[in-house]
């Protein structure tokens, strides 16, 4: 089974603190990604990785970076935080390659909450 | 563009009775379809996916999906619903070539004792 291993379950964080949030998969997939979850908005891409230091934005990358610097593992890393960037931050991982039917694996999820 | 509608943010249904989750989709290619659920502070678990082939599936926990291409829909049905049923359900849509999901905004399911 693909493990999907998100350091941290819950943090609490000041405005301003630099935030890092790690991901972790065991799977050799290509594909990384970033997701956060707010009610009643459903789950909206952050960034996502198709490569080892390659990145593409997602549909509300304002806010973040991410790094990947080997295949497994997958940073999401905010460098000012701001309270409206409380909320449940969400690690997924595709496999690649011909023939993918574009199933994600989901971590447990981070939930963050920004004073 | 793909993007997905999912009606009813909040669903209630008694123990037993028909579960129907609506997902409605919009996709200039062919689409592959999924459910996700989502149990209290927990990641996202497939249901089950549509990519090519019988449009009746059928997934985990005994619930299945129709994807009906006439109708731009993949709802979710299960026949008799559980208590350990409870939760937030999730449509999404991707396709070929597309390394993106693009998520519905969920249907929190509750059951009724």
């Known amino acids: 089974d693909v493990k999907v291993t998100q350091s941290s379950r819950y943090l609490v964080k000041r405005t301003g603190e630099k935030v890092f949030l790690e991901c972790v998969q065991d799977m050799d997939h290509e594909n990384m990604f970033w997701y956060r979850q707010d009610p009643g908005l459903g789950l909206r891409l952050i960034y996502f990785s198709y490569d080892v230091k390659m990145k593409e934005k997602g549909d509300i990358p304002e806010g973040y970076s991410v790094s990947r610097e080997k295949k497994e593992r997958f940073s999401l890393i905010l460098e000012s935080a701001s309270t409206n960037q409380t909320s449940m931050y969400l690690c997924?991982?595709?496999?690649?390659?011909?023939?993918?039917?574009?199933?994600?694996?989901f971590g447990e999820g981070s939930r963050l909450t920004v004073l | 563009a793909q993007s997905v509608t999912q009606l009813g943010s909040h669903v209630s249904v008694s123990e037993g009775a028909l579960v129907l989750l609506r997902c409605n989709y919009s996709s200039s290619v062919p689409p592959y379809l999924f459910w996700y659920v989502q149990y209290p502070n927990q990641g996202l678990q497939l249901l089950l996916k549509?990519?090519?082939?019988?449009?009746l599936v059928k997934g985990i926990n005994g619930f299945e999906a129709e994807f009906k291409k006439s109708e731009t829909s993949f709802h979710l049905t299960k026949p008799s619903a559980h208590m350990s049923d409870a939760a937030e359900y999730f449509c999404a849509v991707s396709n070929f070539g597309n390394e993106k999901l693009t998520f519905g905004t969920g249907t929190r399911l509750t059951i009724i004792p």
């Open positions: 549509y990519t090519t082939g019988a449009t």
């Open positions: 997924a991982t595709k496999a690649g390659g011909v023939g993918n039917t574009g199933e994600l694996f």
